[in-house]
């Protein structure tokens, strides 16, 4: 009688189309495995498989290659020079237990513990443990990619300016920074380049061709660093991230901060003209805050009956953005004559403004552009006054200095400037608002003396002043805190 052809695969049979081991598919036939492959056991003890079913679960890498993502020899549609799903073995030298298992042909090797602190038990477990995230960091690599590609189709589209998800998720600054670093950097080099085949020699050997500055260097490497740590995270051929082995260059000498003294502060207010660039320039003085959280002020930001400004918003060539650290969310108390300020500086230039318009606005609806109105008005009436090169940071550090000359402790100066920096050491520890209230009293009687002590000739004497200054600072003021 002739034998009728079964429509179901033997162990074989699934290994011939395959193109692996029996043990392969014998391994995967326990439940409790990773890449178990469904079958039935005949009452006889044979294994059958359904082709429908187990095509489901098994992908070809491609058209030339029979070996399927699944097979433990298989990345990218290349051979490995390893199974994925060797054991290991646990061996003793030394007084140590250690497992071995196979790279090719070598035999690597990984000490668990001194044989008197583990049991054979304890070190087995340790051994399965070791090889199973070894494996599992080996199964999850995926299929290699050029860099170029991946930057394409996770990062950025250059010819449709479209960010992707993995930019998204990023603040605008850094959006800009990345996208600079790729183009100008890594890809004009490294962007046809299978990104497994990148290794941390040639990523030093470019990036210290291009720069020794340690803080540009830097952020070069944290760029590169950031894609490939995506490409381990979405599979894209990677184990390990070569960007975070770069050594940078030697950090220089440190540079004495250049900030303008309380003095020259209050001499470029008397400098301005219009009142709306006097208020601006006094509530950055104020509050401290970074440029884009002044230009993201509302009106309903202030509460005038509490003397508060919240800050929740910030600024940035044109996009709205939250603040820049969690910290970054934060209430600042002024005082009664600061306050009274900015309300005649409303009233009087902006009476019918709604309390979602900006506090300092620009043209066509905007918020003031800050950076035309440092280079348009700040910077020509510093230089008029002998002053260095100045940027609204400054007053970020400035304000800083005042609060911790005039002994405002620092977890108020961190609660007014969004710092988390130190923050551990003050996590119990907690101010009211009276605290609040006098770092803005602090600052506004200090540039009320300043500015009472205006000389008749402002450009010599400021010169004076701010060697005076900077010698009494370097003498006993070491203790600058930003």
Known sequence: MPEVESPFLTVQQLAAKLNCSTSYIYRRLKPRHPQYIPHRRLPSGDIRFDPAIVDNYLQRVGENNNVTVLDSAARGGLKMTRRRDRSGSLRIKGGSWYVQWTEGKHRPSHV????????????????????????????????????????????????????????????????????????????????GRLMNTLGTAELQLHLDSITSVHNTAANYRTTLSSVLTSAIRLGAGLTHNPARLIKLPLRGPEQ???????????????????????????????????????????????????????????????????????????????????????????????????????????????????????????????????????????????????????????????????????????????YGDEAQRAASRAIWQRFQRAAQKQPENPAVSLKVARKVAKTARKGGANGLSY
């Open 112 to 191: 668990l513990g001194r044989v008197k602190d583990l049991t054979k038990s304890e070190a087995r477990k340790r051994m399965r443990e070791f090889i199973r995230k070894k494996n599992v960091t080996r199964e999850v690599a995926g299929n290699s990619e050029i860099l170029a590609g991946f930057w394409k189709r996770h990062f950025y589209d250059e010819e449709k300016d479209e960010l992707k998800s993995e930019l998204k998720s990023k603040r605008s600054s850094t959006q800009r920074d990345m996208k600079s670093h790729m183009k100008r950097i890594w890809l004009p080099l490294f962007g």
């Open 256 to 430: 004495d901060y250049l900030m303008p003294t309380p003095q020259e502060a209050m001499a470029l207010l008397d400098g301005l003209n219009k009142p709306v660039h006097k208020t601006a320039w006094q509530a950055a003085l104020w509050l401290g805050n970074r440029c884009g959280e002044v230009r993201g002020l509302r009106l309903a930001s202030i509460d005038w009956e509490e003397g508060a400004i919240f800050i929740r918003e910030s600024i940035w060539q044109g996009q709205s953005n939250p603040p820049k650290t969690k910290k970054g969310y934060r209430k600042i108390l002024l005082t009664d004559e600061q306050m009274e300020i900015l309300r005649e500086c409303k009233e009087e230039n902006f009476p019918d403004a709604q309390p979602q318009d900006w506090l300092f606005p620009g043209r066509r609806g905007r918020p003031m552009a800050m950076g035309w109105f440092m280079r348009r008005y700040i910077r020509p009436l510093a230089e008029k006054l002998g002053m260095p090169w100045i940027r609204w940071h400054a007053l970020r550090h400035l304000n800083n200095s005042i609060m911790l000359d005039e002994g405002v402790d620092v977890k108020t100066r961190m609660d007014r400037l969004g710092h988390v920096d130190e923050r551990v050491n003050m996590i119990y520890t907690h």
